[in-house]
């Protein structure tokens, strides 16, 4: 069962037809009124149908280029590259391992110096040589210079004889 | 790339020349004078690891610094200067090698010059060379480089004063940078 407003849309389009037609005539109050009102409707329809069109460009492509070109500048604008964007995301964390594995290189470097143990040095290979002495023969003429070398002890020992002796006092600091 | 590594290569850089520079060898020289008393003081702590050794090759049981000189031979031509009252031993290094430190030794009593040598200091063994007779006892010039003194004062220090590691590092870490200034 159709509504009023059914069946009155249909008959302004001209939709109803026989018996529904004559029916639906029958019930209206002021038929010129609506006859009146349908008139207009289909003015109105044809008036938007007639401006309503979209109108076709005539530069299609020219507007499609720049509108592209615009798009492009302004992601550009927005992220420096695609490129650039990869770098901005992905440089913060190459930094970070670059400077936390210079950091822990620094540690060990540190840490190995300062904590090793220090190796009892080992002896050197040489004992202290004695390439020449003098003496000064005012001290003494028949001053005499031995040179010899306790092996077993490492020490070398310049031994002069015959130098004049010096009172005690001498022995001041 | 080049001017974050290099930063980090001067640091590292830095470490390392800390780290060779604590090779430095510690050479001390002293004026001794050895006699015999009934009741002989003990030797200082450079002699202590000679006592024996002097008294077998000397005959005395006292020895007694009365002028020496502690200098860290970096470059190996340094010169320096121990002194008494009366003596003054004057040390010219001029080189050093695998064998030792080249050293040129002067003895002087007063102005004059006693004794002079040319010999190349090794380490672990010393120097020792017999000056004059002063009165009772002898003067002795003992030259010797003085690491096994070092490490024994580190490791006393480290048996007295802290068992911990990390403590240890830190104070070893703390001397090296006072050691540099």
Known sequence: MKTFEEKWTAWVDDQLTGNELEEFEASLPDRAAAEAEKRAAKKLGVLLQRELTAK??????????QLRGRIEQDDRHDSPSRGGAGLSVWWPIRRLVWAGAASLAMFIAIAVFVMRDKEPSEPSQYLTQIMGAKLD?????????????????????LWTEGLKSLPSEYAAK | MLHRVLPWSAALALILGAASADAAHLVWSGLVIAQNNENPKPPPAELASY????????GYNQFEVIGQSRKTLATGQEDWLA??????????????????????????????????????????SPLVIKGPQVGGGQLLLVLLIDDEQKSTEAKRYHSHHSNNKFQSAWHRFARMFRSRK
Do not use: M
């Open chain 1, 56 to 65: 076709s460009l005539l530069n299609a492509d020219f507007f499609s280029h």
């Open chain 1, 137 to 157: 023969p005012a001290n003494g003429p028949d001053a005499t210079i031995t040179i010899f070398e306790s092996k077993e002890d490492r020490v070398t020992v």
């Open chain 2, 51 to 58: 006592e024996q050794t002097l008294k077998d090759l000397f």
């Open chain 2, 83 to 124: 002194t008494s009252k009366y003596f003054a031993l004057r040390v010219d290094a001029r080189g050093a090698d695998d064998a030792g430190y080249d050293l040129n030794l002067q003895l002087y009593q007063e102005k004059e010059l006693l004794v002079e040598t040319n010999t190349k200091l090794s380490q672990s």
